[in-house]
T-cell receptor
Framework: QKEVEQDPGPLSVPEGAIVSLNCTYS??????FMWYRQYSRKGPELLMY????GNKEDGRFTAQVDKSSKYISLFIRDSQPSDSATYLC???????????FGKGTTLSVSS | NAGVMQNPRHLVRRRGQEARLRCSPV?????VYWYRQLPEEGLKFMVY????????ESGMPKERFSAEFPKEGPSILRIQQVVRGDSAAYFC???????????FGSGTRLTVV
């Protein structure tokens, strides 16, 4: 089993929809969870950063961690065409020396 | 405050040549990471460096690839005798070392012909 798994999509939604992006991970020792957004031909940019379980909200974005099922989610409310990008979940490796990324989910929001 | 600067943005090399990719971290960041992104494979960790030290190179291919982060100047990822399979986007990231919020550069797209 891979350390971090993410459905690559693509995911297409109309403007204003609620989007749910998900990742599963294998190591229950993981404590930090990150979401990055990557626009085409650009580098990833940090979107959300959570520690342990629970929810974290930032504007239209909510990151959720369920440690019991090793499941992390990113919700986007009132999605906009400018949200069209690839979203990558990331978790630090056990040594804390690198981030392990999911393959990314490509999202397209149509106006 | 400039972010992570990578150059060149695009690099074309013939098989067997050397490729040198440069990365200047965010000012004040002393931790540098190199990642490679291949289509359908996602972002893969290659190496983690601090000034003058390689901390973790577990993701680096054993041959032809090397990285350095000297006391002065940018970090360099060097690929010797490039092959077609080295064609990819190479991203550099930096951090202050106090958290996992890396800042990424825009990448160098290497094409081997």
């Amino acid at each position: 089993q891979k350390e971090v798994e993410q459905d690559p999509g693509p995911l297409s939604v109309p403007e204003g929809a609620i989007v749910s992006l998900n990742c599963t991970y294998s190591n229950s020792a993981f404590q930090y969870f990150m979401w990055y957004r990557q626009y085409s031909r650009k580098g990833p940019e940090l979107l959300m950063y959570t520690y342990s379980s629970g929810n974290k909200e930032d504007g239209r974005f909510t990151a959720q961690v369920d440690k019991s099922s090793k499941y992390i989610s990113l919700f986007i409310r009132d999605s906009q065409p400018s949200d069209s990008a690839t979203y990558l979940c990331a978790i630090p490796n056990q040594a804390g020396t690198a981030l392990i990324f999911g393959k990314g989910t490509t999202l397209s929001v149509s106006s | 405050n400039a972010g992570v600067m990578q150059n060149p943005r695009h690099l074309v090399r013939r098989r067997g040549q050397e490729a040198r990719l440069r990365c200047s971290p965010v000012k004040g960041h002393s931790h540098v990471y190199w990642y490679r992104q291949l289509p359908e494979e996602g972002l893969k960790f290659m190496v983690y460096l601090q000034k003058e030290n390689i901390i973790d190179e577990s993701g680096m291919p054993k041959e032809r690839f090397s990285a350095e982060f000297p006391k002065e100047g940018p970090s360099i990822l060097r690929i010797q005798q490039v092959v077609r399979g080295d064609s990819a986007a190479y991203f550099c990231a930096s951090s202050s070392g106090t958290d996992y919020g890396y800042t990424f550069g825009s990448g160098t797209r290497l094409t081997v012909v």
